[in-house]
């Protein structure tokens, strides 16, 4: 028999694990590959600023998960030349050097690195897509084109071609420095877990939660929060030395439950032998499910805040009209209501100037002006029951917030901007006022200067109708025909605007304060979400606003969506790899086990107990994580809903558990028969 059929030989007889390595690297390219698709695509650039907070923290989530599958790809390329040592040691013992065995063995590699990588670079976009259009089902999106991101396949190629190469020579050493000897001993070699003991366990268990709080108390602090990311790293380390010492959870049981420890003695021997190997598969799957609960709840967060914003708005509806031309009045709207079958009450309205202001900061050099609505405080006082009182060279500034900054007010004296007869004037800054529910935050406006009457009214007689409106604010019944009155009023609307928006509408009023203005129209349809986003005088609605905030954010709860499917099913994948290469390693233990004695259903127990180990410590251990990471996470933001994320939290945790309940139902009674077949088939 020559050597090439000998090769043929062994290759045939050991199909399944170059199929399952070259599934690995399907996987760890393919996932990659996909998320980069969409991250890089024009459909995340061209919403999310690519400087902007969401998007970096989105790149940041990349390149965690790109670590758990380059962690997973090696990892694999480990379990591999473990089950290739046979074969290997076939080839020395016909007196072949150890160099051309590496030959050999890179040869296969390449082939199916090759195929695996090329078959996960091709598989990216149609799994991208298939993502994109199964959130889709259930997201709504206007603009709901996929489009390739070009940059996430080239990544996916870099990744793939790097570890191609790294792998090949890692493969190469490792390979020349074997003997037959070695060779031998490795199937029986114990890698247990060095300087293990039950105490680095409590630590590492006190650890995780201990460096959330720390992040906590530091974040919230001036002087601290540049080390705030340091506690981070404490609950990280926490969680590996936690994984490292769970394979010798056997010392604890032995000490505490004896009799226990001796039924399962043959398991905890099994994975405290094997203890290095579990660390790895155990530690990044925990990261990765940690990683998708709190993407989720993170990011979801701001859905979840914005929700309740709306649901508490003191009116259900918010309307601003124009002066120029044909008018949107309060009798034009009580019709419409009526014709809707909605009553309305608690009527205000405010008519409101736009002039400019100049944003005024601590450094002089920064100031800019920006456009500003002013109403008079007779309107303020009857919209928010309080009885103020301006001078007329004065002025007060309010915000529809409990904490508002005020940094663009931080002179004693606004300048003010009149465009039409095109003079500065200042005013004496009176009052600084924040307070929530005067009117609806979630609306275009919820900030304005106040002035007395007597100067609102001067002013309002140099102005052209183009910078004068009045705002409507008021509540309706029967909220369940919100959106047929919305429609009414927006077609009465864009008539009035004949079917244009005015982008640069507030803009107008500094255009001699800026060097690069120009009056910018868009046509209403084809830009509707655009309208319903940034266009003021789009009329708001309660009850259809939400609507409007998660089409608007469509793109956001896609991505983060994404990002924790790609995440679990890593983790996913990595916890199957593991306990496909631990039955396969311990097929001999079993083997000499029963030889001894044990019994089969014995024998089917440890492999569940295995395989119930690699599938639940992680989900336990990265759920638990997260729900706490996220609740300490939002304390130290400026979240207000707090109790209701983490429930949201808890109960994402709960459907993960049950999603791999569910997967290991399935696998261990797959796994378990078909090992115990083999081992009993060898007898």
Known sequence: MTLNEITQKLIRQNKSRYILFGLSICFAVAMTGAYGVLLFSRVITDVLMTDGSTYIISLGMYGITMIGIIVFLFYANAIYIQLQMREIGVYLSLGLPPKSVGKIQNQQLDITFLIGGVIGLVSAIPFSFGIWSLLSLFISYTDGTFRVGGKGLLIAGGLWILAWVILRIKNAVHIARLDVIRILRSSSESEEVKGSHPILGIIGLIAVPLGLILFNITAVSYWLKSFSVLFLGVSVIGMYILTAQITSMGSVIKRF???????????????????????????VSSLLITLTVFSICFNGSIFLELYYS????????????????????????????EESG?????????????????????????????????????????????NLSVPDDGYIYFQDSDNAMFQTCSEDRGMFYNPCVKEDFTLQKIELISKESILNQTAKIN????????????????LDASYKMTYYLFRGSNTEN?????????????????????????????????GSYEDIYIPYDGNELYAARWWEFYPYA????????????????????????????????????????TIMQDTESYKRAMYLGLKENDLKKIIRKQ????????????????????????????????????????????????????IFFFLQKKLVLSTSGIIYESR
């Open 257 to 283: 439950f004896p009799n226990a420890y001796r039924k399962g003695i043959l398991f905890y021997n099994l994975v405290r032998q094997k203890g290095n190997q579990y660390i790895l598969s155990l530690f």
């Open 611 to 662: 395989i119930g180990l690699i599938y639940f410590f992680p989900v336990i251990c990265g759920c638990v994580t997260a729900s706490f990471m996220i609740n300490r996470f939002m304390e130290a933001s400026s979240a207000t809903r707090i109790f209701e994320i983490t429930l949201v939290a808890i109960g994402l945790s709960l459907i993960i558990f049950f999603m791999q309940l569910i």
């Open 310 to 337: 709306i649901k508490e708005e003191p009116y259900d509806y918010a309307v601003l009209a124009g002066e120029s031309g044909e008018k949107l009045d309060e009798s034009r709207i009580r019709s419409f209501a």
């Open 447 to 462: 900030s304005f200067a106040v002035v007395s009457d007597d100067t609102f009214y001067r002013i309002s007689d140099t």
């Open 542 to 581: 309660k009850q259809t606003e939400i609507d409007v905030q998660m089409e608007a954010g469509a793109v956001y709860l896609i991505l983060i969506f994404f990002i924790a499917i790609i995440s679990f099913v890593s983790a996913t994948m990595i916890m199957g790899l593991k306990i496909a290469g």
């Open 482 to 514: 919100s959106s047929e009155f919305q429609k009414r009023l927006l077609a009465e609307i864009v008539a009035i605007n004949k079917g244009q928006i005015f982008v640069s509408w507030q803009d107008q009023v500094i255009k001699d304060k800026t």
């Open 342 to 386: 909605i009553s309305l009450s608690e009527w205000h309205s405010l008519d409101m100037l736009l002039l400019g202001r100049e944003h005024q900061y601590m450094d002089a050099s920064r100031n800019e002006w920006a456009p500003e609505i002013v109403v008079n405080v007779s309107d303020f006082n009857a919209l928010s029951g309080m």
